[in-house]
Every structure is written in C-alpha cells, then in structure tokens.
C-alpha cells in the first residue's frame, strides 16, 4: 500500500526538468539536499539548462539576481533549511532588486498535510508570509504546472516566487 | 607560529580606484561597503555601476551571475575584506565556474571600516591570496604599492579569468555620504543597458 502511495505522488527529476525547460528557465543554480540526488542526474546530463554548483545558499541567491541582470532566467533551486541560510540575500537582494526569482525550495520535513516535528518545516510558510513570498506546493509531475504559474507570478510581482517540493524527485 | 605577513607597506585606496577608472573602458563594476562610497567619486560610466551593499559579503556571488550571464563583458567586483571573508566559499564556486571575464579584487585593508574601524578577524595573520590560490584560482596577483598595481593593471584586465586581485589598502578615514541611487535601481538601470547592448 505504502508503495501505491509513493508511486501515485511520485515526483521525477525528468517531470522537473521538462517543466523548468518548458518555463524558459536557463540556469539552475543549486545546492543540493538529501532529496534531490536523482534530480543532480537529471540536470548534469541535460546540456540545455546550465548547472552552477555552490558552497553556500546565500551565495545562490546572490549568483541567481546577476544572471537575471545579465538577461538570463534563472532559477535557484534549495533545500528549506538553505533557505533560512540565505535570509540576508533573500532581503538584501531578492526582494530589493524588483526583479522575478523563482526559488525552487526542498519541504524538508513535509508530512503532507498532517502535524510536523521538523523545525525545518514548521518555520518555512510563515517565514515566506512573513516576508511576502508568495508560495505554491508540488508533491507530484500533476502539480508542476505550478512552476510555470510561480514564474508568471514572479514577472508580474518583480520578485521572488516560492514553489516548495513536498516530495523527494524520483 | 609566525604570522604570514608582517608587512604594512599599503596603497592609498582612493589613488588605487582612480588607476582603475582612468583604465577603465567598458566593464561592469560591481562594489560593496567603501568602494561602493568612494568609487562614484571616480566612476564615469554610472550606468554599468552596481552597488551591492548589505548582503553579508555577496557581492563577488552576483559578480559571478552576471560574469556568466554575459560573457562577452568583463566584470569588475570591488569586494571588501571583512565581506569577502562572511562568502569565502565563493572563491571556490568562481574557480569550479571558471569565468573568463570576471576580476574580483579584494580591497583590504585590515578593518571594518565601514562600522567604524573594527579590526577584522585574523587581521595580517593570513593571506587572501593564498587562499584565492588554495580555492582553485590560478591567476592571482597581491600589491601593496601603486606603482606596480598602474604597472600591471593592463595585464590584469588582459588575463583570461578568473582573475583574482589581493590590493593591501590604506582605510579612507572620511568616507564620501552613501550613494543616492538605490541598489534595486542601479540593478534594473545595468539590465536594461545589457539588454539593449
């Protein structure tokens, strides 16, 4: 039963991809988390999206905002607890440069609706309400018609959009 | 153990942002903390300017975004001491990025200045150029003198990149008003020009 579960909310690392392509996005800028191996496969063995690999997330938001200064269309993709990490870019650039950013973020202690104990997960939605980022949730390929939406969302904003993935990429 | 330099031979920072701009041509500058103060005093292509303040040390990170969005533009990053040393990782994702046309120069001066003249953590008991070199980067240069700085400067700007710069400045003392261009406007303001260019 557990595996019917999983393989009706399966989230493959080829949906992501074709979603992000179909979106326009150019460059994903990442660091990577537990969940995200088969999608690292994905992405190193595609040669129309550019991979850029970082040490630290704060450092993906900042590469992500000078590639979109630069006429590129990025997007960042990292885990809840990088986004915490990055909380000084995310305001001293992401939502002071007027710009779309589509930040891809991993739901790290997601329990699909029911309590959480992860503190990774418990502080991520209010921390992005808090700071008016807007946010939409995809656990499976169904829902990644939310990527596109998030990115319209973002152009019309000038700023950064949320997409958080609630379910590990297969 | 010794400390790695005990030298205090140091640039005038002011006399070294002139060289630049009087060689200055088309590139981009990206600057933080003083340089981001004292570089409008010299710039004269504000338009391809970006201050980058406030960011916990990422100015060479958007450097580094813009470098590889634009390749066919160099990209000049005025990073700061105490910045680069909260984003020392970034030394290692711009050598593992390997941008041809991004010089990042390191303005230290051995203290927050910006905050009043703090000395910085390890202050003249490490070398950013060493680790410049550890993090992958192969050409790096060091100067505490003008004259070798003017003297190279050309070949720096000439170098396949990335290009790494560790410049031992004098701290300014009266810093120029912070600038009057907001950042967010700076940004969209260079977007536009590299659209159109």
């Not at chain 1, 460059?27 to 992405?43: I, N, T, Y």
């Not at chain 1, 997601?110 to 990774?120: L, R, V």
Request: charged content about 20%; glycine content about 10%; aromatic content about 6%.
């Amino acid at each position: 039963m557990a595996t019917e579960t999983r393989t009706e909310a399966a989230l493959s690392a080829a949906g992501v991809l074709r979603a992000l392509k179909a979106a326009g996005f150019t460059d994903v800028v990442w660091l990577p988390d537990s969940e995200s191996g088969f999608l690292h496969q994905a992405l190193a063995a595609d040669d129309t999206l550019r991979l850029v690999s970082v040490c630290r997330e704060g450092e993906a938001i900042a590469i992500a905002l000078g590639l979109t200064v630069a006429g590129r269309q990025p997007v960042v993709i990292i885990q809840s607890t990088g986004f915490f990490e990055s909380g000084d870019s995310i305001r001293g650039a992401a939502l002071s440069f007027g710009m779309p950013l589509l930040l891809m973020v991993g739901y790290r202690g997601w329990s699909y609706g029911g309590p959480m104990a992860d503190t990774a997960a418990i502080y991520l939605e209010p921390v992005l309400d808090a700071w008016g980022i807007p946010h939409n949730l995809i656990e499976r390929d169904d829902d990644l018609e939310g990527v596109e939406q998030a990115w319209a969302q973002a152009r019309e904003r000038g700023g950064p959009v949320a997409v958080l993935v609630g379910q590990e990429y297969e | 153990m010794a400390a790695i330099s005990t030298q205090t031979r140091r640039i005038d920072c002011l006399a070294a942002l002139e060289v630049i701009a009087s060689r200055r041509t088309d590139q981009i500058v990206v600057n933080t903390m003083v340089t981001a103060r004292e570089w409008p005093r010299y710039s004269e292509a504000e338009d391809l300017d970006l201050p980058f303040i406030g960011c916990m040390g990422k100015a060479s990170s958007l450097g580094l975004g813009i470098a590889l969005g634009r390749p066919d533009r160099q990209v000049l990053v005025f990073d700061g001491d105490g910045s680069l040393l909260m984003n020392l990782g970034s030394l290692v994702t711009i050598a593992a990025a390997r941008p041809k046309n991004l010089v990042l120069i390191v303005f230290e001066n051995g203290k927050y200045e910006i905050t009043g003249g703090q000395p910085i953590p390890g202050e003249g008991q490490f070398s950013f150029a060493a680790l410049a070199r550890g993090s992958g980067i192969e050409c790096v240069y060091e100067f505490d003198a003008l004259e070798p700085f003017a003297a190279h400067l050309d070949e720096v700007l000439r170098n396949e990149g990335p290009t790494f710069v560790c410049l031992k400045v004098t701290e300014v003392g009266r810093l120029s008003p912070k600038p009057g261009r907001v950042m967010g406007e700076a940004a969209r303001r260079l977007r536009e020009v590299l659209a159109s260019t």
